[in-house]
């Protein structure tokens, strides 16, 4: 269930039997000369979607803007700086909690963004905690390119292809949904160079097509329907631990 296709005495009910929402968290960010900048804001939307289909769970609002400064020396990368970030979550948080949700559970699709939402977290509990009042929030972050199942099959397809920006894995989830996105075009080298994050002109001289560490061009439609089922797999199970706490 998406919550953008509710109306208010429709999420007013389904508060009367759960607290939970889902808040598919990306990033709109350049993914190399194959994948699409929505990359990490499709994946866990994908993800949701497939997890609503086995459990009736609320989706909330994606938010497709993520903490993805070093990109920003590619054209159409779009970032919020961490602290901007870190008030986003707070308050996407806080408007809902105040209407009666407790358990927010981010299913993130951009590595970039985990430190960010960790601090996030942090700030809401801090509040309450310094104020010396009890918090009911429950905040989980799900990172759906590190679930157990999705790990372990991402390694049998690719190996050490899998890299760690603009995988194979990602634009395969992405092309599971979109199978017309796929673009056929060679690239040089097949697997791009690792290196250290630091700014966004030092990111596009270490990689000058945008990958890092990844054979993109493995990626497929075919392996994107088996991961889609890992992720969903590996979210369910986390969500199922995440609600009872
Ligand atoms: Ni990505």
Redesign the pocket.
């Known amino acids: 269930m998406k919550l953008q296709f509710l109306t208010w005495p429709e999420v007013e009910a389904y508060l009367t039997h759960s607290r939970a929402i889902i808040i598919p968290i990306g990033?709109t960010?350049q993914?190399g000369p194959i994948?699409m900048i929505g990359?990490?804001a499709l994946?866990p939307e994908i993800v949701a979607a497939g997890m609503a289909e086995r459990r009736k769970i609320l989706i909330g609002p994606t938010l497709s803007i993520g903490m993805a400064q070093h990109h920003l020396a590619f054209p159409g990368s779009v970032s919020l700086r961490p602290s901007t970030l870190i008030q986003v979550v707070s308050d996407v948080v806080e408007s809902l909690a105040g209407q009666g949700f407790s358990h927010f559970f981010f299913l993130n699709?951009?590595?970039g963004n985990i430190a960010t939402v960790q601090a996030a977290f942090s700030e809401i509990w801090a509040r309450a905690s310094f104020a010396r009042s009890q918090s009911a929030l429950r905040l989980r972050l799900h990172n759906w390119f590190q679930g157990e199942r999705v790990g372990q099959l991402s390694r049998q397809l690719f190996g050490d292809g899998e890299g760690s920006?603009?995988?194979p894995s990602?634009i395969s989830l992405v092309l599971s949904a979109y199978p017309e996105a796929s673009r056929e075009i060679a690239l040089d080298p097949e697997q791009a160079p690792s290196g250290p994050i630091f700014d966004a002109a030092d990111f596009r001289r270490r990689h000058p097509d945008g990958r890092m560490g990844a054979r993109s061009a493995l990626a497929s439609a075919e392996h994107g329907r088996r991961l889609r089922a890992a992720a969903v797999d590996d979210a369910l199970e986390a969500l199922g631990q995440f609600v009872s706490l």
């Open positions: 990033s960010e993914h994948g990359t990490d994946c699709g951009h590595g920006h603009a995988t990602e």
